[in-house]
């Protein structure tokens, strides 16, 4: 691994001979390189806030026996991902996401995708679904410890134009993020080149998975806001967004059952309004961004446009996320990690959620 050194007001390690964000020289460059301008104000220290586990408080009952199990199993799962070289990682992911397939009910991922593709390439996208999702594992668990050197080198951009002009207007930028490709490599990508980002986790059981996933994230520098009900999310990702920062917001999913209904791929569904009440609270333009997995442990990461809002109501503002996660999604649509229900003609009716409560 790369030797890591501290950045004057900036507690998290970054890559030795990497500008500090944000910097003067961003753009493109005669050699046909890129120059990333970082998030921030210039001179301003970057306060990743660290210490979530911290702030959310014990679960009000004890876990059953068969969620502590399941914590430990994730656990030594995880540990033994890290402690293996990289290629047999990668290969036992392989491996398990062709078993995954064959034996697992792929009635979810199919009706998914059988939204976004042509019939004849529905067997080929839900065997990539599942390829995609194996590979996102091996690499989360990795995440905090990969060479950012090495990351770099692997790693196609295209797009920075339109995040590194948002954030020239110096507002943050709204990251609008799908299930798909491979997020937590994505953050170790931006944090060492200077963008920082803020994101929403659920708190979930077992804790010891939760507990696991934030503090291997806040290890890559972001900063994580615990979702919890009740709490006011967008007052500290508002927060972020003053500072010129990223505030990044997974959004092709409801947990609530109460986001507002919209058309997404022309079925309705419900599409977490969370991007646009901070877009309406801030002014901070909503980006789409996606890391896509490329062939032989490589990455693209792919900038689009920001998504046109001025003007628009809530439901509206929330039908504009939706088109831009159709955009995410379209650029591969196998690495759409769909495995839950999506549409609302796949959700549970008010009456089959309350037998299972």
């Keep these: 691994m790369a030797d890591l050194e501290q950045h004057m007001g900036d507690p ?55 969620q502590r199990l399941t914590g430990y199993a994730w656990d030594a799962a995880w540990e033994t991902v890290r402690a293996l070289p990289g290629r047999p990682v990668f290969g036992m992911a392989g491996v398990g996401a062709d078993l995954a397939r064959r034996v697992a009910d792929d009635t979810m991922i199919r009706r998914n995708l059988s939204r976004v593709v042509p019939a004849d390439q529905l067997d080929t996208a839900v065997e990539g679904a599942y390829a995609s999702y194996a590979r996102y594992y091996a690499e989360a668990f990795r ?148 890391m896509l997995h490329r062939p032989g442990t490589r990455y693209h990461l792919q900038v689009l446009p920001p998504l046109e809002t001025e003007g628009a109501d809530l439901r509206e503002a929330v039908q504009v996320t939706a088109r831009g996660i159709e955009d995410l999604i379209r650029l591969a649509p196998e690495q759409w990690h769909a495995f839950q229900p999506i549409f609302e003609a796949d959700r549970p009716t008010p009456a089959a959620r309350e037998g299972t409560s």
Aim: proline fraction near 10%.
């Design 12 to 66: 998290t390690p970054m890559v030795p001979g990497l500008a500090p964000a944000p910097r003067d020289d961003f753009g493109p460059r005669p050699d046909g390189t890129h120059a990333y301008r970082g998030s921030g104000h210039r001179g301003a220290p970057v306060d990743r806030n660290h210490g979530a586990v911290d702030r959310v408080p014990p679960p009000r009952t004890p876990e059953s026996l068969a």
């Design 143 to 290: 995440a905090d410890v990969m060479d950012p050197a090495w990351l770099d080198d692997r790693t196609t951009t295209s797009g920075f134009e339109h995040l590194d002009g948002v954030l020239e207007q110096g507002r943050g930028a709204i990251i609008l993020l799908a299930h798909h490709g491979s997020w937590d490599v994505a953050a170790r990508w931006a944090e060492s080149h200077g963008y920082h980002l803020a994101c929403v986790a659920e708190v979930l059981r077992p804790r010891r998975v939760f507990h696991k996933f934030v503090t291997m994230r806040e290890r890559l520098g972001l900063e994580i806001v615990p979702l919890r009900r009740g709490d006011d999310l967008t007052g500290r990702l508002a927060t972020v967004l003053e500072q010129n920062h990223l505030a990044g917001l997974l959004s092709d999913r409801d947990l609530s059952g109460k986001a507002p209904l919209v058309e997404l791929f022309g079925e309705p569904a419900r599409i977490p309004a969370g991007p646009a009440l901070l877009n309406r609270r801030t002014g901070a333009p909503i980006v789409p961004i996606t």
